[in-house]
């Protein structure tokens, strides 16, 4: 049995108790992150900086990240359409620059769409990108330790061991990771800042394509013809497991199609 979990009686039968929130709400800093300063030892205030991004693009803001944090900065790929822009802006920046390639990762569920792996495969090829993976446990051993389809009876548990648990592996160590969450996406990530401390996992967090709307994120990729997840020409415009992500109904936002059998808007990495 694997390190903090306990067991239950459920129906006669014992079964690993599942901890669905492995992640402490005030985890403590890592690194030297919590105190952010320039490379010469200058303090500087988040909230200025939060302030300062706000005003300025994507690009910007991800040349400062890159700047400030590199290479103890990871770049979360969730390969739907804001990590072809994401990639894309990064690869240039990094290119220009002429700094080492920057870190970008991705949670390996086990239950990611095929077409998932093929963007993943594509943008890697035309970048020459090595996604890191970040995995949990085995589906074989989840299912031996919780029963099958964990994903349908507890959700949150599910996500807490296949994404929040390899998460907070790929977060180790560094002081600042990107992703590509939107205020459009939901109404859950409508307040999302550009920057600030990642209180669930304690480390600073960039979101570069916050404030950019659905055609600004198409524009640039037409514009740029960067590969993109073929689901969304399907009616997939939010992309996740396979078990738990369907087409978005007609008065839902774009991550209604998500859990939509359940309660739940976030798998846990979004605090
Ligand atoms: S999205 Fe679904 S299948 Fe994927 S980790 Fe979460 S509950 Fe499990």
């Known amino acids: 049995m694997r390190a903090g979990l306990s067991t239950v009686a459920t129906g006669g039968v014992e079964l690993p108790a599942i901890e669905v929130e492995r992640v402490p709400h005030a985890a403590e800093p890592r690194s030297q992150a919590s105190k952010l300063t320039t490379a010469d030892g200058e303090a500087i205030d988040p909230r200025e900086v939060n302030a300062k991004l706000e005003g300025l693009g994507a690009a910007e803001a991800i040349a400062w990240a890159l700047e400030t944090f590199h290479p103890r900065l990871r770049f979360a790929a969730s390969f739907q359409k804001t990590s072809s822009v994401t990639v894309d802006i990064v690869s240039k920046l990094t290119a220009e620059s002429g700094a080492s390639p920057a ?29 890191q993976r970040f995995s949990g446990i085995s589906l074989q051993e989840q299912a031996d330790l919780y ?24 977060l180790t160590g560094i002081d600042c990771w990107v992703s590509g969450i939107r205020r459009e996406d939901s109404q859950t990530r409508a ?31 037409n514009e740029h013809e960067i590969p993109y997840n073929p689901l969304h020409d399907a009616g997939f415009p939010s992309i996740g497991c396979t078990h738990c992500t369907r087409p978005p109904g007609a008065d839902g936002d774009a991550r209604s199609g998500r859990w939509a059998d359940a309660h739940k808007t976030e798998c846990g990495l979004h605090g």
């Open 103 to 131: 870190n970008f990762f991705y949670l390996d569920t086990d239950v990611l769409f095929d077409e998932t792996y093929m963007t993943r495969d594509a943008l890697a090829a035309r970048y020459g990108i090595e996604f």
């Open 147 to 170: 029963g099958d389809s964990l994903w349908a009876r507890q959700p949150d548990a599910c996500c807490g061991i296949r994404k929040v648990e390899p998460m907070r592996t790929a």
């Open 191 to 221: 307040g999302a800042a550009k920057f600030g401390w990642d209180k669930r996992f304690g480390l600073w967090k960039l979101n570069p394509l916050a404030d950019w709307t659905e055609s600004e994120v198409w524009d640039y990729i």
